[in-house]
C-alpha cells in the first residue's frame, strides 16, 4: 500500500430535488444538518465526525466523491509525496469542503474523486430526534468498468484488503474491522449502485420499515439477511432515485492476523473466510427474496 485507509468518512452526493432530499435526510433516515450548510451544500452528521453525507446542488444527482481518513498524524506532505512517487495524480487541496482544512484529492480507474484527510472537525450537533437514526454510514458502492482493476488500485494503493468476491464481477473491499466500506459491481454504468447506513439490530430495522412507511417510502428490497457480509438490510430511493441500504449485524474481522469473521450461527463455513460466492438466491439472500429485475442495472 502507499497510503493506509483505516476508515470511510463521507459521501458527496450531486442533489436535483434539493429541498425533498433535505427533509429525507434530516427528517425521515434522522441525520442531523450540520450548522455549517449554506445555500446550495448542505452537511448531515451520522456519528461523531463533521458529517457523513453532503448535498451539493446540481442539474444531473448521483455521486459526487468519497472522503476515507488515512492513518497517521501531522500535515499530508508525506502521503502526497508517495503518492505522486507511485505515478498517481494527487493534490493538496485546502479547505474543500465544511469541517475539513485540508485533504488530498485523487481520482481511481473510474475517475471517481477521492478526498484523503487524516483529522476532520467533530460534529456541533446532538444526535437527531426523529427518523432512522443510524449509528454511522456503513458503505459506498460504485458501479466500474472493471471490478478486478478497481480493486488492485483500492489494495495497492489505499490499503484496502477484499472480504468476499461474488464470482467476478462484485467484490467487498474492508478497510476496518467491518466485513466492508466499499463495494465495487461491474456495469455498463457510472456512478452510484447504492450507501448504505448501519442501525443497531433487527429491531431497528423493524421500526425503520415501519418508519418509511410513515413517511410513504416504499421499500424496494427486503428484510432481508445477504450472504456476502451476512448483514441484515432493506432497501428504498432516496428523492433523487439513489438507492439507501439499511443494515445491522454486518460480519466484522477484529483481528487481521486471524483471517476470519467473527462466528455467527448463520455462517455458512467454520471459521468464515473471504472467499469466492457463486451467483445463487442464498448469495443475494439467505432469505429467499430476490431483489427487483432493475435493482444491478
Not at 450531486?14 to 427533509?23: D, H, L, Q, S, T
Not at 468476499?164 to 464481477?169: A, G, H, T
Amino acid at each position: 500500500m502507499i497510503v493506509n485507509v483505516i476508515r470511510l468518512g463521507f459521501l458527496g452526493l450531486n442533489v436535483a430535488k434539493y429541498n425533498e432530499m433535505i427533509n429525507h435526510y434530516e427528517n425521515v433516515l434522522g441525520l442531523p444538518r450540520s450548522a455549517d450548510s449554506r445555500d446550495g451544500e448542505s452537511y448531515f452528521t451520522c456519528g461523531t465526525e463533521h458529517h457523513a453525507v453532503s448535498f451539493h446542488k446540481s442539474e444531473q444527482p448521483g455521486f459526487r466523491h468519497v472522503g476515507f481518513q488515512i492513518s497517521g498524524e501531522g500535515p499530508l506532505d508525506d502521503a502526497l509525496s508517495a503518492l505522486q512517487a507511485a505515478g498517481i495524480q494527487a493534490k493538496l487541496v485546502m479547505e474543500p469542503f465544511a469541517g475539513l482544512q485540508c485533504a488530498i484529492r485523487i481520482a481511481d480507474p473510474d475517475g471517481y474523486a477521492i478526498y484523503l484527510y487524516r483529522t476532520i472537525s467533530s460534529s456541533n450537533q446532538p444526535r437527531g430526534e426523529v427518523g432512522v437514526r443510524p449509528n454511522k454510514i456503513g458503505h459506498v458502492a460504485l458501479r466500474v468498468a472493471n471490478a478486478q482493476a478497481t480493486t488492485k488500485f483500492y489494495t495497492d494503493v489505499l490499503g484496502f484488503r477484499w472480504s468476499d468476491w461474488l464470482e467476478d464481477f462484485f467484490v467487498f473491499v474492508r478497510c476496518s474491522a467491518d466485513h466492508h466500506s466499499m463495494n465495487f459491481i461491474n456495469s455498463p454504468k457510472r456512478g452510484l449502485f447504492h450507501v448504505a447506513f448501519e442501525t443497531q439490530d433487527m429491531n431497528h430495522i423493524g421500526r425503520s420499515c415501519d418508519i418509511l412507511a410513515a413517511h410513504g417510502v416504499p421499500l424496494i428490497w427486503g428484510p432481508g439477511r445477504h450472504g456476502m457480509g451476512h448483514n441484515l438490510f432493506i432497501y428504498h430511493y432516496d428523492p433523487d432515485g439513489n438507492v439507501v441500504e439499511l443494515i445491522a449485524e454486518l460480519d466484522r474481522m477484529p483481528d487481521e492476523r486471524l483471517g476470519y469473521f467473527d462466528p455467527r450461527p448463520y455462517h455458512e463455513d467454520n471459521p468464515q473466510r473471504p472467499k469466492v460466492w457463486h451467483r445463487h438466491p442464498t448469495a443475494a439472500n439467505k432469505w429467499g427474496i430476490m431483489p427487483p429485475p432493475d435493482f444491478e442495472s
